[in-house]
């Protein structure tokens, strides 16, 4: 598949749409700063018809409620969506008339419906006025009256991607698409015919793509301190996930379901299925009640629900997932795909656009088992949140007033709502639906929402929103503080408690998220919730999983849990150390790097972190030996709040103004020096060094940086400019600890720990330094941040002290040397070869 065409023209193809909608609104005289009457009769000079006037009144009003730019957005995605959906179904041979509307049979940019127009059969279609267009040479017109009718042609089997157009929409059709320049022409050209023919690979790589610019603007925003709007937040988290993760989640989740009580299906290719590891005697007793009851599952019953379905990747391929399912229990594919629409498949999600491609990718898999499918009795139990927006509640009463105000934010929630209803909200509705102030799509998606997200499922599958706490705007913030206050760091960690929540009590539920919930001291609580839980098995990413993602920074985890069974041992596969989706991929079907753990070892280790690879010896050195925080107390230093106004460099400020000597804080009262050696980590760097900025700490500094940003000295000054041992905070390699002299203060990036007897400091800072420590914070935290509460976790075991100090303070003293021999060193004297 060749994504960078399809970038390429889903990013340009948004502009193109968006400037062709804008200037057709401008020709209507309507502009975003304009008064735009919806009385006007006519434009520029042009009477409008009866049929202008009214499309042009619903533009106005749409341009009222939700503004100029996200009605512009809106008209652009829409016909976005529906060419590219045109595009899929001509290509796989799925349109009712078999004829081709952007292409010949060759895939070139001819439409085949324009060169064979006479004879076309689409429903709907008036044949007089197409000899008529024909005659008249009005090929452009006849085009987009072709499409049009198309789409409303379309409107009766697949409603949700094709509503029927006559609105708003219509007036902003894009105009001169059959010249040689035009979006359809550049969709033809650019994007290889065979690439459409995978469905869920171009669907979800086009939605993906055509965010490109908007999530660009959504972090450069971030930057600017303006919070993710709920109109932003489907650009700024959408992710398309990796096939082949996608693959194992299902067959992990659903085929295992499936598996562990019925056998795989003799012709099921799941290759991503990871055999259970060898467990007990009680946690095989315990299975096998648990198996017993899935061995009464029929195909029919099983319910997957992804809350956080995008484009629907997921639903897709446990699609084929059930179709094997149903396969083996002797069902025909007809009508398997009509009982997985109708029975099995649930997904929700809070953009609309990506609710349309979800819905499509559904029921063109679907179409590929059955070629009736396209019909008013086959509906995915699919919704959108944003489909409930805008309702006048202002109207209702009682408790039908109480059930619509729950969707107030719906578009905000998402998934992460809980809504309840009366038990007569149908028969409420129905008698006062006249008066309610809402619409009937209101009313449907806003039932449906509450349907899906009030019962409970055999499995839940998804990839949930990235999204931290300082990203979320005030009312999410809010929220997540609310509901989810042992996960409310990120989007990702609230969703996999809702999952929990939405799953059965030995259901599954399958995700990927960032790793970080594994390790992070934010995130202890929730790991606790999570031994309640087991986990079946995790496919450890690490970084750079996603091919569109470079560098360290999202580091993720795929994983598959169940009901809490003691003592059963999960499946592990460590692929944290390759690099790529492909190279990834191939590490875990080899079946190298697996480890088997249990989840109760994990509270063994201050913090319970998940760390399956840990040996059962090392469980019982955390368990058995000191803590370093038995021997040393863990410091975070300070935060300036305004470094650019009181850090410097000390080459950049005269010598006379720094002061060295400062041994303890109340020795500021006996000097008149304004700058002091100030510890900001630095670079990775190991025993001694990255000591070269000076901080503003004169009396008239502190009282500037409380008076600027609010700093507070707190309890830990009396440990400035004590000597101590230092870190960087944030670090791609190893960890780098570092001797740091007395005389200096330190910062949060530098945090600092103090041994309490100098008798150990050498032996501590050995320790430190070693591999050994190396890879046990990897176990504690192998994120890209050393925390204090890391640190202070680390075991410490006393053995040949007296060789260890020797060694250690022999590397401190080469390593200052080495950092002394550059003039960036303040303790610089001359070159060494020199």
């Known amino acids: 598949m060749n994504k960078t065409a399809i970038k390429n023209f889903a990013v340009e193809a948004r502009v193109m749409l968006i400037n062709a909608v804008t200037q057709l609104a401008y020709e209507f005289e309507v502009t975003e700063n304009g008064t735009n009457d919806p009385a006007q009769e006519s434009v520029n000079g042009r009477s409008l018809t009866a049929v202008e006037k009214n499309q042009r009144s619903q533009l106005i009003a749409n341009i009222r409620q939700n503004g100029f730019t996200q009605t512009m957005e809106e008209a652009a995605y829409t016909w976005f969506n529906r060419f590219i959906a045109l595009r899929f179904m001509e290509v796989n041979n799925y349109l009712p008339s078999h004829t081709r509307i952007f292409s010949d049979e060759s895939g070139n940019f001819k439409p085949e419906v324009l060169s064979d127009a006479a004879n076309v059969e689409i429903d709907g279609l008036d044949k007089e006025l197409v000899l008529e267009l024909l005659e008249n040479q009005e090929n452009e017109r006849l085009y987009k009256y072709i499409i049009i009718t198309q789409c409303n042609a379309l409107n009766k089997g697949l409603p949700e991607m094709f509503e029927q157009i006559g609105g708003w929409t219509e007036l902003l059709f894009p105009r001169n698409l059959l010249r040689e320049d035009s979006v359809i022409a550049k969709m033809i050209t650019e994007i290889p015919e065979e690439d459409w023919r995978d469905q869920v690979q171009i669907i979800g790589w086009l939605y993906q793509y055509y965010n490109t610019e908007p999530k660009d603007k959504v972090f450069a925003d971030l930057k600017k301190n303006i919070k993710i709007s709920a109109q932003a937040i489907p650009a700024a988290t959408q992710l398309f996930t990796p096939d082949w993760i996608v693959r194992y989640m299902v067959e992990n989740s659903l085929g295992r379901l499936w598996a562990e009580g019925h056998g795989k299906p003799d012709d099921a290719d799941w290759k991503y299925y990871l055999d259970e590891a060898e467990q007990e005697d009680p946690v095989k007793a315990e299975l096998e009640k648990i198996r017993a009851e899935y061995k009464n599952i029929q195909p029919e019953n099983i319910k997957i629900i992804d809350p956080c379905m995008g484009s629907g990747h997921i639903l897709v391929y446990a699609f084929d997932v059930l179709i094997d399912i149903y396969r083996s229990c002797g069902w025909g594919e007809r009508d398997a795909a009509k009982s997985i629409l109708r029975n099995n498949l649930y997904g929700l999600d809070i953009d609309r656009r990506a609710y349309q491609l979800a819905y499509f990718a559904v029921m063109m898999k679907a179409r590929q088992y059955n070629r009736r499918i396209c019909s008013p009795e086959n509906q995915p139990n699919l919704a959108n949140f944003a489909d409930v927006m805008g309702a006048d509640t ?20 998402g998934s992460l709502m809980t809504v309840t209803a009366p038990a007569d909200i149908d028969t409420a509705f129905s008698d006062f639906m006249p008066t309610l102030g809402l619409n009937m799509r209101q009313f449907d998606m806003m039932m449906k929402i509450y349907k899906i997200l009030s019962q409970k499922y055999d499995v839940v599958c998804t990839n949930p929103p990235y999204m931290g706490g300082s990203g979320m705007n005030a009312k999410l913030s809010e929220f997540v503080k609310s509901k989810f206050p042992d996960s409310k760091s990120d989007l990702f960690a609230c969703f996999i408690e809702k999952c929990g929540q939405l799953a059965k009590p030995h259901g599954f539920y399958a995700m990927i998220t960032q790793h970080a919930f594994m390790f992070l001291s934010s995130y202890e609580n929730l790991r606790k919730k999570l031994m309640q839980k087991t986990t079946v098995n995790m496919a450890h990413l690490g970084a750079r999983a996603f091919d569109e993602i470079g560098g360290e920074v999202v580091q993720t985890t795929a994983f598959v849990m169940t009901g809490h069974i003691k003592d059963y041992k999960g499946t592990y596969a460590r692929l944290v150390d390759t690099v790529g989706e492909n190279e990834k991929r191939d590490l875990f079907l080899s079946g190298d790097k697996r480890f088997a753990a249990k989840q109760e070892n994990f509270s063994k280790i201050p913090g319970s972190p998940v760390a399956y690879w840990v040996s059962e010896k090392m469980f019982n050195i955390f368990k058995d ?48 020096k304004k700058y002091f050696p100030y510890n900001k980590g630095g670079d990775f760097r190991l025993w001694y060094g990255n000591l070269q900025e000076v901080l503003w700490f004169d009396a008239n500094g502190r009282e500037a940086m409380n008076r600027m940003t609010g700093h507070r000295e707190n309890g830990g000054k009396d440990f400035y400019f004590r000597k101590g041992i230092t870190w960087s905070f944030i670090s791609s390699s190893r960890f780098g600890v570092r001797s740091r002299p007395s005389g200096s203060l330190f910062d949060v990036a530098g945090s600092t720990l103090f041994v309490n007897e100098d008798k150990i400091y050498y032996y501590v800072l050995g320790f430190l330094s070693s591999l050994v420590c190396n890879y046990i914070l990897g176990a504690l935290n192998p994120t890209l941040n050393y925390q204090a509460g890391n640190i202070k976790s680390l075991p410490l075991c006393f053995d040949r002290m007296n060789d260890v100090n020797s060694l250690a303070e022999n590397n401190v003293e080469l390593s200052k040397q080495d950092w002394d021999s550059f003039e960036t060193s303040w303790d610089f004297e001359s070159h060494p070869l020199i």
Do not use: H, P
Request: net charge negative; hydrophobic share 35%.
């Open 394 to 413: 202002d109207m209702l009463s009682g408790s039908i007033r109480r059930f619509a105000e729950q969707f107030a934010f719906a578009d905000t929630y």
């Open 625 to 672: 030996e000191k803590s370093i925080s038995d021997v040393s107390q863990v410091k975070i230093g300070m935060g300036t709040g305004k470094n650019e106004i009181f850090v410097r460099d000390w080459w950049e400020v005269s010598e006379c103004e720094i002061d060295y000597s400062i041994k303890q804080y109340s020795d500021l009262n006996n000097t008149d």
